[in-house]
């Protein structure tokens, strides 16, 4: 199975920051990764597909580069909306697997 | 508008059975791979299974093989997840989920809660 790690686990931003998260894959999976927020007891929300395409009605203040084992999720200034958990996903191979999370928090 | 909705969630002993659907509505569903997604209380989230357009091929994470089929009826626009042999494990909110590789997941309903427990 691929495994995913994303770093920070948790990170305490304010607004106007750029923040940046890392996934790391245990193996190569071309550009198939996907970033997805979340926010406490709702469904999460796609923001990026293919590594770096962002998803139609997101703000374009989210970004993703990457390829191969190593992408980032930037948030160029972050907004009080923000705050919430941040999941990355592989889609190259089964089992599709997820990140671990990463917390945004207000600092 | 793109709707997802989840039932069938509820409490049920160990080792026992419950059926999940998902109904859909807004877009060309027999065009879309569907997913089951789930989250344990407090945790992240898991892939579960997932089903291409016609039904011809399902992909399982390894927990929950043999114990859990997915299955899909285009004309009635759902998916199902049968869950049998259930464990505490098990408990989660679950999530039903459109896309695949090309998309990721673009769609998500509101989540169903399973709970097992005695």
């Known amino acids: 199975d691929i495994q995913l790690t994303q770093s920070p686990s948790f990170l305490s931003a304010s607004v106007g920051d750029r923040v940046t998260i890392t996934c790391r894959a245990s193996q190569g999976i071309r550009s198939y990764l996907a970033w997805y927020q979340q926010k406490p007891g709702k469904a999460p929300k796609l923001l990026i597909y293919v590594a770096s395409t962002l998803q139609s009605g997101v703000p374009s203040r989210f970004s993703g580069s990457g390829s191969g084992t190593e992408f980032t999720l930037t948030i160029s200034s972050l907004q009080p909306e923000d705050f919430a958990t941040y999941y990355c996903q592989q889609l190259n191979s089964y089992p599709l697997t997820f990140g671990g999370g990463t917390k945004v928090e207000i600092k | 508008e793109v709707r997802l909705v989840e039932s069938g969630g509820g409490l049920v002993q160990p080792g026992g059975s419950l059926r999940l659907s998902c109904a859909a509505s807004g877009f060309t569903f027999s065009s879309y791979w569907m997913n089951w997604v789930r989250q344990a209380p407090g945790k992240g989230l898991e892939w579960v299974a997932n089903?291409?357009?016609?039904?011809?091929?399902?992909h399982y994470v390894d927990s929950v093989k043999g114990r859990f089929t997915i299955s899909r009826d285009n004309a009635e626009s759902s998916i199902y997840l049968q869950m049998n042999s259930l464990r505490a494990e098990d408990t989660a909110v679950f999530y039903c989920a459109s896309g695949g590789s090309q998309s990721g997941f673009a769609y998500w309903g509101q989540g169903a809660l399973v709970t097992v427990s005695s």
């Open positions: 089903i291409n357009q016609d039904g011809s091929e399902k």
